[in-house]
């Protein structure tokens, strides 16, 4: 049974940082793409980054490219989300997926996390 486990949420002024973590078991983690979705209030989730398997690909949504830095670490099982220069539109719970889908522009995610909330305050 696939877990990820998102960790690292809270709240912090704008033009701060967070780093989120995301402890994945359950299957072989080195062989699966991992994605951060978000999803604020009344508003639908939407991607945020994903990383290929080997970590040598990845993906951003516009509105966080050059702030946001998705990284893994297969050794460890986990998953970063690094979260630079804060606003607070990026307030929303964090969810991290995994996927067998190995392109990394699919949006096609198999299992998710409960997500962490990230507050960004004004």
């Known amino acids: 049974q696939v877990q990820l486990v998102e960790s690292g949420g809270g709240l912090v002024q704008a033009g701060g940082s967070l780093r989120l973590s995301c402890a994945a078991s359950g299957r072989t983690f080195s062989s699966y793409k991992m994605g951060w979705f978000r999803q604020a209030p009344g508003k639908e989730r939407e991607f945020v980054a994903a990383?290929?398997?080997?970590?040598?690909?990845?993906a951003y949504a516009d509105s966080v490219k050059g702030r946001f830095t998705i990284s893994r670490d297969n050794a460890k099982n986990t998953v970063y989300l690094q979260m630079n220069s804060l606003k607070p539109e990026d307030t929303a719970v964090y969810y991290c997926?995994?996927?067998?889908?190995?392109?990394?522009?699919?949006?096609?995610?198999?299992?998710w996390g409960q997500g962490t909330q990230v507050t960004v305050s004004s």
């Open positions: 997926a995994e996927s067998a889908n190995r392109l990394v522009a699919s949006l096609e995610y198999d299992y």
């Open positions: 990383i290929s398997w080997g970590g040598g690909s990845t």
